[in-house]
Structures are given as C-alpha cells and as structure tokens.
C-alpha cells in the first residue's frame, strides 16, 4: 500500500527501472551475504580437524602414561611433549576463532567443560605416580574423550548451520527474483502489453468503419495519457463524421428533392405542351399530382375571367379526382366557394389548399387540393405546387390566346372570301342583271341586238361560273410544309396539264422567307396571271419568274401569245383588279406591258416584311439580276 502511491504517478521508465533495481537487488544482498558468511565460515573445517585430534591426542598422553619404562631411549615419546602437544591443538587459534565469546553458547560451554578437566582433572594426575591414579586414568580418559565428542558435535553443528543459513537465503533471494520478475512480467503485461493490443484493435475497427468504439482498458503514466489521447481523436473524429454523414444525408434529401420535382415539372410540362388543356389533360396533371403528394381530393376550376372583375359564381369545376366517401373541402358546394378562399397563400400546416391558375397577373382558375388527415406538404413541395399552378395558367392563356388568334383568322378568312366575291362573282352577276334588264328590252323591239345581248349573257355566265370555281380552288388554296416553291410548282404543273401551254418556273427566292400572307397572295396573282393567259392570250408557252432585286421581290409571268388589246381592263374582267387589290394588300403594284418580242408581261413588285441580312440580300440581288438578264 505504501508502495503504490511512489509507483502511481511514475513514468513507464521510471517503474522500469524500479522494477530492474528490485530485481537486481536480491541477488546484491545475496552475494554480500554469502560472502560474510563464507568469511565466518573459513577455518571452520580445520577447528573441527583439530578438535578432532584431541581425542587422538587424549589416548595417546593416556597410553604415554601408562606404557612401561622404554628399554631403549628414544622409541617411546615423551609425556611431557605429548601434553605439550595437546595443549598446543587445543589453544590452536583456528580453533579458538571457531569458540565464541559468549557463555551461554553450547560451544563455549563444551569447551570450558573439557579445558576445566583438563586443567584441574587431567593433568594434574598426569603428575601422580601411584597405583590408583593408574587404574582411574584411563577410564577417566574415556569420559573425557566423550565430552571431547560432544564438544566437536557441536563445532560441527554450528558450522552446519551456518551453511543452511546460506543455502536459506540463496533460496530467499531466488524466490524474491522469481517474485520481482513475475510482478513485472504481469505489470508489463495489464499496463502495456494489454492496452497496447486494445488500442490497436480499435485502431482496426476504426478503419473498418465503426467510429463509436473507444479504448476502455484501465492505463496509466505514457500509456494513459496515449489512450486519452486517441480517445478524444476518435470522439472528434466520430463527431465529424456525423456532421458529414448528415451532410451528406441533408444534400442527398435535397436531391432527391429536386429530382422528383424536376420530374414531376418535366411530367407536366410534357402533357401541358403536346395536348390543348383539356379535362383528360387536367385529370392526367391530377393524377400525376397524386403520385407526387399523397392527395385526398384535387380539382381544377376554371374561371371566365379575372375573378376580381367578374362574380365568383362564374368558376366551374373542370377536372376533379374525387375518392367516394372523402370530403370534398371547399368544393364541397362548387368552385366558387373555393375561388373565394383562392388569395389566402397557402400553408403546409393546412389539410385545404387553394393554388389561383395565375398567368401575367390574371387569375384563369384555382387549383383546390385537399390532404389526408396528419399530411404536412414541406415547403419545397408547396414551391412545386406553385410551379404547376403556374404551369397550368400559362397553358391556360396560351390556350385562349389561340382562340383569339384562331377567331381574328376566322374574320379575316370571311373578310377575304366576303371581298373576293364582291371584286369577282358579285360584279359579274350585277352585270349580267344589266345584261338581263337590257334584253328585256331588246326582246320584242330589237331582236338582232336581242341574240348579242343573249350571247353576252351566254359568255358572262360562263365566266361567272369559271370565278365561282376559280374563287373555290382559291378558298382551297393552302400553303403546305413545302411552302411558296412546293405550292408554284404545283400550280404551274396544274396549269401546263389543263390548259396544254409550256410553262416554265424560275424562282430565285431559294432561302428567303416570306410571310404567310404574302405567299397566299403571291401565288393568288401567279395563278390569276396563268388564268388569264389561258383564256386571253393564246400562248403557246409561258414562264413564271420571281427574283429578289434591291429591297423588292419581283415577279414576272411571260407569255408569248396576241399581246394587250386596246381595252385590256375590259378584256380581262375583274382578274386585273383582283391581282392589284391584292398587290396593294402587299404594299406593292402589279402593271402589265408587252412583252418583247411579242406577248405581254405582268409584273408584280413588292418589298416584304420579312427582315433580311445585307449579305444575304447582296448575293440574292447578284443572282436575280444576272438570271432577270438571261430571261
């Protein structure tokens, strides 16, 4: 416990270290240790040798003793150098090193005990000569040669224990080691090896993805302090990846978003741009709605006009996806009531909506949608909303601006057949009512003028009714996708196969775009022209030739027959002032003259309204001019 605390605060370098001097500490303590014991030790074995010998030494001063006299001098030692002998070994200083001092000590004890014997027993008898000390002496040498045993016993015990005290602590100390190394190796192995293995197998989790897992494994010092840190890159990390994640989550929304609104926007605009709008298109535009935003009832009310100006009451339901069952809101009644609530803006949080069919600021009907019960529209989907609404109201005034143009086309169809019958058919039949009331008259009083007047009826008859079929085949006229070319080529193969003249077509206009209007009434004066030659000029060939020259385009129609009378107007009716009728309404003129060397020319000059480019007017003038020379 009070280890800890030293170690808590410690580096991984600094418990190292400890944990090295702990180990290494032992084995100093048991090598001092050994040595002072080896050092006490030394001599021990030659102490217990020559205590030992004092038992040898005992008999032998005890034999010396009692052996007889020696019949020669020098073949038996001498008493007094066997005594000195023993008293030699026994104050011997290896043996006295081995006696300690103390008393009470078995050694110094036993040792006592045999010198006290030996100084007040044993040699004192040594210095008797007489018959009893004989007989005791050596019994009493038996007994002091057993507490010399015993006195040795304990020499050897003493050095015996000393050396399992050494064997004991090698043992301690080995057991300290072992001790001090395991300690370390499962130190090293909770607070760096484990947290090590930890930290990297989050690291591996971490690159396959899972950014919520953390390292939890208990560590302290450089260890502690690395996992906190990759704890908190992996709290910042995992926080940015969130922040992304709903980035990217919100921006894949928000085009998800888009594209179903574009796709819807591109669903209407192509039903809205290849129908007129109709009740099967608004139904079509409804349901698609409802594939959208899941809708519970959808209408579209039309109105005559701008509601400010005119009683709602007028609004009428057009299309409506009513499910059986489901209230209808406020087209629970009529349109009306919806038109009323139409320029509330709508809100997500409302289950009824209202969208005005707006176009150029002009209400042409609403759009009522009602939701199912807990439906909140967000707001993008109420700026789709609107986007069709808008839509809608734009087809909606596309549509009546049609009509409109439809209807001033209309007017001016029966406006051109209205005038073409009184420049043609009208006037002739006026004429041939002269013509009647004069033969009338001429019937009974003259009846020689009364034939002619009757053969000019005959003829104005006939050519009332080649008007009435020419002015037919006028009203049928079109101009198809081939245009004006398409339209002169047919009519000059027309009039070559009925009438049998050789007609010939140059046109030059190739690339420049006239109006619609001037196209109907150039190819209106080409045929009349052709009519007229037909029937007046007894060609036998023509040609139709048409330039532009400067800013005008110039038509020209040749023949090669009788040339102009005296009185032309009245030879050729009413075709003249047809063609110059429709020259004005060109802003041009129409004249005719002869034609060289014989025939007559109508000529028709007009500038267009077309807009066209210098350069392009430049190389048509060139190649007009050299073409109306080779004619």
């Known amino acids: 416990m009070l280890i800890r605390p030293f170690f808590a605060p410690s580096s991984i370098v600094v418990r190292l270290s400890l944990a090295l001097l ?26 217990i040798n020559i205590a030992g010998s004092l038992r040898k030494q ?11 006299a020696d019949p020669l001098p020098g073949t038996h030692p001498k008493l007094d150098d066997v005594v000195l002998e023993f008293e030699r070994r026994m104050y011997h200083p290896s043996l006295q090193n081995m006696i300690p001092r103390e008393l009470n000590n078995p050694i110094r004890i036993h040792f006592n005990q045999i010198e006290s014997r030996w100084k007040n027993e044993i040699r004192p008898s040594l210095e008797r000569d007489d018959s009893l000390y004989a007989s005791i002496l050596l019994p009493s040498t038996h007994q002091y040669v057993s507490q010399i045993d015993q006195f040795v016993s304990e020499l050897e015990r003493a050095h015996e224990n000393k050396l399992q005290s050494l064997i004991r602590f090698q ?35 971490v690159q396959a993805g899972e950014y919520h897992v953390r390292v ?8 502690e302090i690395l996992k906190t840190a990759l704890n908190q890159m992996l709290d910042e990390l995992e926080t940015s990846y969130s922040e992304l994640e709903s980035r990217v989550a919100e921006k894949t929304a928000a085009l998800e978003q888009n594209q179903t609104a574009l796709q819807l926007r591109y669903r209407i605009k192509a039903l809205l741009a290849d129908h007129e709008p109709d009740q099967a298109i608004f139904d079509a535009v409804l349901k698609v709605l409802g594939e959208f935003i899941p809708l519970q009832n959808a209408a579209v009310c039309l109105t005559e006009t ?25 087209l629970e009644q009529d349109c009306a009531s919806c038109v009323e609530h139409s320029a509330d803006q709508p809100k997500p949080t409302h289950k009824e909506l209202v969208f005005p069919l707006l176009d150029s600021g002009i209400t042409y009907g609403i759009m009522p949608l009602t939701l199912p019960d807990g439906v909140t529209l967000a707001p993008w989907q109420i700026q789709v909303l609107e ?125 420049v775009e006239l109006a619609a209007e001037e196209e109907i009434h150039v190819l209106q004066i080409v045929r009349e022209a052709l009519a007229n030659v037909h029937h007046h000029a007894k060609a036998s060939s023509a040609n139709v030739h048409l330039a532009w020259i400067g800013n005008e385009i110039v038509v020209s129609i040749c023949d090669d027959g009788q040339g102009l009378g005296p009185n032309p107007e009245r030879a050729q009716h009413y075709g003249l002032s ?36 210098n350069q392009a007017s430049s190389a048509s003038d060139t190649t007009a001019q050299q073409t109306h020379q080779e004619n």
């Open 22 to 47: 702990l180990l290494v500490t032992p084995s100093i303590l048991s090598l001092l240790i050994s040595s002072w014991i080896a050092n006490t030790s030394s001599g021990g074995a030659e102490a």
């Open 58 to 68: 005992a008999y032998l001063i005890t034999a010396t003793a009692l052996a007889p």
């Open 171 to 205: 043992w301690i100390s080995l057991l300290i080691v072992l001790g001090v190394f395991t300690t370390t190796l499962l130190w090293a192995y909770r607070k760096l090896t484990y947290p090590i293995f930890k930290m990297a197998q989050v690291a591996n989790q």
């Open 216 to 223: 939890e494994t208990p560590a302290s010092g450089e260890i």
């Open 306 to 330: 701008n509601p400010r100006t005119i009683p709602v009451k007028s609004a009428f339901k057009l299309a409506n996806n009513q499910q059986e069952g489901i209230r209808l809101g406020c």
């Open 387 to 511: 986007d069709v609404s808008r839509n809608l109201g734009a087809a909606l005034a596309g549509s009546r601006r049609k009509q409109s143009l439809h209807r001033l086309a209309l007017f001016e169809e029966r406006s051109v057949i209205a005038r073409e019958l009184h420049d043609s058919l009208a006037q002739a039949l006026s004429y041939l009512k002269i013509q009647v009331l004069r033969l009338q008259s001429q019937i009974n009083e003259k009846p020689d003028d009364a034939q002619a007047t009757l053969q000019e009826l005959r003829e104005g008859l006939n050519a009332a009714y080649r008007q009435l079929r020419e002015l037919l085949t006028t009203f049928r006229l079109q101009i198809n996708q081939g245009g004006l070319s398409s339209a002169l080529e047919a009519t000059v193969k027309e009039f070559s196969e009925r009438t049998g003249i050789a007609i010939q077509l140059a046109n030059h206009l190739l690339g």
């Open 578 to 613: 047809i063609m110059r009728d429709r020259a004005r309404s060109l802003g041009g003129s129409v004249s005719l003259q002869a034609n060289q060397p014989q025939g007559t020319q109508v000529l028709l000059r007009f500038i267009p309204s077309t807009p066209f480019s």
